[in-house]
């Protein structure tokens, strides 16, 4: 993730007070609702590992590998129940753990020629007038988002319909343990679209 500090500490509280808080229902609520929340929580919980500021825990290399094997396996579990939106939220997670593996110049199409082209573009620089040399620059700084924008527009979309139908659906409130479950998911759905920006 490319998030200041900030942001990535709020996500993780975010995440985790979520992800705590539907563990504990997993534990103490009724029956039928056990299941959902175990799962909600952990995802909730893998978020906030996810999220963590790369400035304050350097993460090993191995670590996009551990999300993605995680989250893949998660996936195979909610697609084996027929939870789609959990299977969505897990394949949305696996794919921003591999995009942390791949440089953003070589994942985006747009940006493929890579260092070498961003260099031999910064020698041509000095035909340009100062404008037009700043317009480059920016251009260049901000040319290489991570993972691939098609895909990454097509999350942003589904979780930003899930996270106003989901908040719509809860304007009647609810205190029982399927309201407090629904807050959890709209907030975790909230995490997801700031990951996704900030990929």
């Given amino acids: 993730m490319h998030a200041p500090p900030l942001v990535g500490w709020l996500l993780v509280l975010l995440c985790a007070a979520a992800g705590a808080y539907c563990l504990v229902r997993a534990r103490t609520g009724p029956d039928a609702y056990r299941g959902d929340a175990r799962g909600e929580g952990l995802m909730a919980l893998g978020m906030a590992a996810m999220a963590l500021p790369a400035s304050a825990v350097t993460p090993p290399p191995w670590s996009p590998w551990m999300f993605t094997a995680a989250f893949a396996a ?34 985006n199409a747009a940006g493929s020629v ?21 317009g480059a620059m920016g251009a260049m700084e901000h040319a290489g988002p991570g993972g691939v924008p098609l895909l990454t527009g097509l999350l942003l979309a589904y979780y930003t319909v899930y996270v106003i139908a989901a908040g719509v659906r809860l304007v ?28």
Avoid at 114 to 134: D, K, L, V, W
Avoid at 172 to 199: E, F, K, Q, S, T
């Fill in 172 to 199: 009647p409130v609810d205190a029982g343990p399927p309201g407090v479950l629904r807050a959890c998911r709209v907030a975790m759905g909230i995490g997801m679209l700031a990951m996704l920006l900030a990929l």
């Fill in 114 to 134: 890579g260092q070498t082209g961003s260099m031999s573009s910064m020698g041509s620089m000095g035909s340009m007038g100062p404008a037009e040399s700043m």
């Fill in 74 to 107: 998660a996936g195979v579990w909610a697609l084996a129940r027929r939870h789609l939106h959990h299977a969505v939220g897990t394949f949305a997670m696996v794919y921003m753990a591999l995009a942390m593996t791949v440089p953003p110049d070589r994942m």
